[in-house]
């Protein structure tokens, strides 16, 4: 039988030697830290979702403005239409550059239209100054009229839509993208067509507690073939409307 001193020490000994070990200061350090690099993950692929959305969403942007500005005129004309099919079959388009949006709309719990706002202008250039000296801005000798405007696109998030009326404005080209302005160097002799797509970025980690991070992009695009492109109100169903005086 092994002397009383022995076994009174006996308890502690597995202690001391646990704490002496590498491998059990190993493994606290890897429970203190493990919490973290999960969180540095979760967190990394949330900016790695981000940065695919907004480079998505920009793609939305110049991919349907590229569609709708390849409008051929017909024979002896200069002017080119799209009508509401038009409109209709390059929106839907977005499930093929974005589908994302399909997964996200569904954790949102709402149809995927409803989930990102693509808004249509068709814009025409009067020209109001011909003193004009500065080749990259003109925006003092034209003014800026929008011709017809997706008004009956969804819109999730606000108003988004350009309105016929007043005059858009011009702003600096480093300017956020609003349906009120253009950029000034797009101001000149030709038309554009401009498509406006903002779309809500949530979280799928986290969304309780990291709002929302709302991410807007326009283009801007000359018509390749026509001096402008109209908007065929025949059989229209309300997608968009054709402005006053054209």
């Known amino acids: 039988m092994a002397p009383a001193s022995r ?18 200061v190993a493994a606290i350090e890897f429970a203190v830290i493990l919490p973290i690099l999960l969180l540095l993950l979760l967190a990394g692929s949330q900016v790695v979702l981000y940065i695919n959305a907004s480079r998505k969403v920009g793609q939305v942007a110049r991919s349907i403005s590229q569609m709708i500005s390849q409008v051929k005129p017909p024979t002896n004309s200069s002017t080119a239409t799209v009508n509401a099919t038009d409109l209709h ?3 839907d388009a977005t499930l093929v550059i974005f589908p994302f949006l399909m997964g996200d709309a569904k954790r949102q719990n709402v149809a995927w239209w409803q989930d990102i706002s693509i808004n249509y202008a068709s814009i025409a250039f009067t020209q109001t100054n011909s003193t004009c000296n500065d080749p990259t801005d003109l925006s003092a000798c034209y003014t800026a009229n929008v011709v017809w405007t997706s008004t009956g696109t969804s819109q999730p998030y606000g108003t988004n839509y350009r ?18 302005t253009l950029p000034r160097s797009v101001f000149g002799p030709a038309s554009l067509i401009v498509i406006d797509v903002v779309f809500n970025f949530t979280p799928t980690f986290g969304a309780s507690f990291v709002p929302a991070v709302k991410i807007a992009r326009s283009a801007y695009v000359q018509p390749r073939y026509a ?3 109209n908007y065929d109100t025949t059989n229209s169903d309300g997608i968009a409307t054709k402005c006053p005086g054209y």
């Open 7 to 24: 076994m009174g020490a006996e308890p502690g000994r597995p202690t001391r030697r646990f704490l002496r070990d590498e491998r059990a």
């Open 227 to 229: 001096t402008l492109i």
């Open 89 to 91: 079959f390059s929106f």
């Open 163 to 180: 309105p016929c009326t007043p005059a858009q404005i011009p702003a600096d080209n480093t300017a956020a993208p609003s349906r009120l």
